[in-house]
């Protein structure tokens, strides 16, 4: 801990990044943490054994730096025991690939946890990378728009399961609130920040969406991968159906998807992209669809259909064979 880590009367605060093969970005996103007006008591690096300069990189930049094999990465249980070692009152999560636009950001990431002791989570704008296509750009458009606002569990009749959405790309953490639920679930395919939030929620705490907080952080996806990734959203419905059963049905928020799609690319002379756009749409639902029914398909198959084919090798393996859930 450095000195003017000491003399800042704000709760101690922990980074952490997990990283596999992140040399591409990790070094750009150590540069801007660096140069915070906020300090960090410490970084974080769990990375699942990477084969480039990833680990090299966070040491360079005074990480400290836990090695994990590839095979024990799990979205939720790797994130718990690394929050767990933390000793951070406020925790701080980023992925290897989300920059952050300006030097304040973690100042503003933090803020409504400063200001709100039923704040429990904060989650920050993420915009297009300079090399994202028109549709990349308008899913961030459409999941992180320009403005701020606080959400609790009464917002689930109003908002349904939008009310639950956040994204550990970047997000903060009370770590007190977030020990209360037992850190992330372990297991999931997907969505540990989503189940999380879920449960604080139903405690009575607050999510903070934060649109002055931004980083740089999108993908490409090709039509495949656009598939596949919905897909993966259909298992998380239905492996944890209580998100569906408390926060509302998904179909409300897929039809916004579409309203916003066609207006975006109307209103930034695209037009020319709206068959495409309307495939994409028909993947995605047919994606989420047999996702949503992965049961009733050949068991070789469902890994095919995945994003995450090795969940399906590992903690995903029993549902290949069990018929209910």
């Known amino acids: 801990m450095s000195p003017t880590c000491a003399s800042q009367n704000r709760p101690l605060l922990s980074i952490i990044i997990p990283t596999c093969n992140g040399a591409a970005d ?3 996103l150590l540069v801007v943490l660096s140069r915070q007006t906020v300090c960090a008591h410490e970084l974080l690096v769990v990375d699942s054994s990477s084969a480039d300069e990833t680990v090299t990189i966070a040491r360079e930049f ?4 836990i090695i994990i094999p590839q095979a024990e990465f799990d979205h939720g249980g790797t994130r718990t025991m690394i929050a767990r070692k933390a000793r951070g009152d406020m925790l701080i999560f980023l992925t290897q690939d989300a920059v952050p636009v300006s030097v304040d950001a973690l100042d503003k990431l933090l803020q409504p946890l400063l200001s709100d002791e039923m704040i429990a989570v904060s989650y920050g704008r993420q915009l297009p990378n300079r090399d994202a296509t028109i549709l990349a750009a308008h899913l961030r458009f459409f999941n992180y728009p320009p403005q701020s606002m606080v959400r609790s569990f009464t917002d689930r009749e109003r908002l349904g399961l939008q009310t639950v959405f956040a994204s550990n790309s ?3 953490y009370r770590r007190a609130a ?3 639920v037992d850190y992330f679930k372990s297991g999931l395919i997907f969505g540990e920040d989503t189940c999380t939030v879920g449960r604080l929620l139903m405690r009575g705490y607050k999510v903070a969406y934060v649109a002055e907080a931004m980083v740089f952080h999108s993908h490409n996806y090709s039509w495949l991968q656009e598939f596949r990734r919905s897909f993966d959203i259909g298992v998380l419905h239905v492996t944890e159906s209580w998100l569906l059963e408390t926060y509302g ?3 409300g928020r897929g039809r916004q998807y579409v309203q916003s799609g066609v207006s975006y690319l109307r209103n930034e002379g695209k037009r020319v992209l709206l068959p495409v756009f309307f495939w994409i749409v028909l993947l995605k639902l047919l994606g989420y669809k047999l ?10 198959l469902i890994p095919f259909l995945s994003m995450h084919k090795s969940w399906w090798s590992g903690t995903g ?9």
Do not use: D, M
């Open 291 to 300: 996702g949503c029914h992965f049961q009733l398909l050949p068991p070789r």
């Open 62 to 65: 005074g990480a400290e730096v």
């Open 178 to 180: 977030l020990a209360e």
């Open 170 to 172: 970047f997000a903060a």
């Open 249 to 251: 049905r998904a179909e």
């Open 26 to 28: 990790l070094r750009k």
């Open 317 to 325: 393996k029993h549902l290949l064979s069990n018929k209910s859930l």
